[in-house]
């Protein structure tokens, strides 16, 4: 699994994934996912584009960020889903908790609005 993080203009943080978020993945990629999506107050855009596959540890990684995004006032999102990921959020509920969105420009329209 493979993360790579970059902050954005208005100090939005990205972190693209790419790879398998399943228990492997996940475990390659807790730690440093947590410190960056949940640790302090921010506005985190999640790019899915480059992730093939999401199991349930996968959803439980991205629950619990938000979670922690949520506790401390900031705002969490997903971009760039695959149709068998997005399939995967939609079936599981996620996007009654989780907004997703196409791409960052929209990720950044919400922020904005909010």
Known sequence: MKLESEVLDGGIQRVALEGRLDIDG?????????????????????????????????????????????????????????????????TAGMNQFIPMFDDVASARAAFAAA
């Open 26 to 90: 996940v475990q390659e990629i807790d730690i440093r996912f947590t410190a960056l999506a949940s640790t302090r107050k921010a506005n985190i855009v999640v790019d899915l584009a480059g992730v093939t596959l999401l199991a349930s540890i996968g959803i439980r990684l991205l629950i619990m960020a938000a979670r922690g995004q949520k506790g401390r006032g900031g705002k969490f999102v997903l971009i760039s889903a695959q149709p068998a990921v997005k399939t995967a959020l939609v």
